[in-house]
């Protein structure tokens, strides 16, 4: 199932479009929202007008069991894991990549994904009162409301530091509040086919109507990767700064990155070079990862794990991962 045609994506998308595509919901909640419906992918296609669903899928990876036949990969302390090729469309490795899982901080990519198509990099973003956070581990910048910086500098303390009252200024800043831009979320998540999901904030703090997959991560990543200043500020160990409070004075920040990759703390197989990702822990979430990569010859994947048991292990299972590249 690595090599997948056009015939097939064709053939696929009809599958899924009748329902054979089963994705498990987690046990550790009771959903209000429907967490069970069951969404495919490419249920989008079928009420594309003068598109046909063949082409919809033709460039993306696209699976529906589990791939790890042939592979060596220990993922048994995740729940969830997948590779995928992004220029031949293959996937390497599968496992529950249509389980809807909490995926923690991993949210901020779809956060910085609508940052990055609806805003300006130069746009000065204020601090409302509610980018005050309470959780009790949630990480935060420090944010006070009249606090000011631009999106450029708010995107980097959301992927680099995970801060979570910088993804409420986001939210404000393009939506007007975080409802808003969680209807934007759900809106831009759609639109690229990543059916089994639904967003209620900008940063991945637990709530139970919270959810995503493996497989929609990658898409959502995917379309990430397009914008080269997303790579550039995945790809950055560390940042420094200067924003300022609501009496025009300077607060100066500085950032590094969470990735264990970047950070010389976890070492990728020898042939692969990780440019970037983002990380994501809650106790409902576990351990999750995402990352964009490169082989020698410069080709890019995608590599996604869910709700592993510990950071160490984390990064045990993900090098494994990579070794399938």
């Known amino acids: 199932m690595k090599c997948i045609n056009r015939f097939i994506n064709l053939s696929l998308c009809i599958i899924l479009l009748s329902g054979s595509l089963c994705a498990c919901g987690s046990k550790e909640y009771s959903f209000a929202y429907d967490r069970n419906r069951n969404n495919s992918s490419f249920t989008v296609a079928a009420g594309m007008k003068g598109q046909n669903s063949e082409a919809f899928a033709s460039d993306l990876c696209i699976t529906v069991d589990d791939v790890v036949e042939g592979t060596t990969v220990d993922m048994s302390m995740a729940t969830a894991a997948g590779l995928f090729d992004i220029n031949d469309g293959e996937v390497l490795y599968a496992k529950n990549v249509h389980e809807k899982l909490n995926p923690a901080s991993l949210t901020k990519v779809l956060t910085a994904l609508c940052a990055l198509e609806k805003g300006n990099l130069d746009d000065v973003l204020t601090a409302s009162e509610n980018v005050i956070v309470n959780e009790s581990g949630a990480v935060k910048l420090g944010l006070q409301a009249g606090d000011t910086m631009t999106l450029d500098q708010a995107l980097h303390a959301l992927m680099l530091k995970s801060a979570n009252d910088v993804a409420i200024m986001i939210a404000e ?33 637990t709530d139970p109507n919270h959810y995503t997959t493996v497989y929609d991560l990658y898409l959502i990543c995917n379309e990430a990767v397009k914008y080269d200043k997303f790579i550039e500020i995945i790809h950055t160990p560390s940042y420094n700064s200067v924003y300022h409070d609501r009496n025009g004075k300077e607060k100066e920040f500085s950032l590094s990155t969470t990735n264990a990759y970047l950070k010389n703390e976890a070492f990728a197989p020898d042939n692969v070079t990780v440019i970037g990702g983002k990380t994501g822990t809650t106790s409902a979430a576990g351990s999750c990862l995402i990352l964009y990569s490169r082989d020698q010859a410069g080709n890019p994947y995608i590599s996604v794990i869910l709700q592993s048991s510990e950071r160490t292990v984390l990064y045990q299972e993900m090098t494994g991962l990579l070794g399938e590249i």
């Not at 759609?190 to 900008?202: K, L, M, R, Y």
């Open 173 to 205: 800043y393009l939506a007007g509040s975080v409802e808003g831009f969680s209807e934007m979320m759900n809106q831009k998540a759609q639109s690229i086919g990543a059916t089994n999901s639904h967003f209620v904030n900008p940063h991945g703090l």
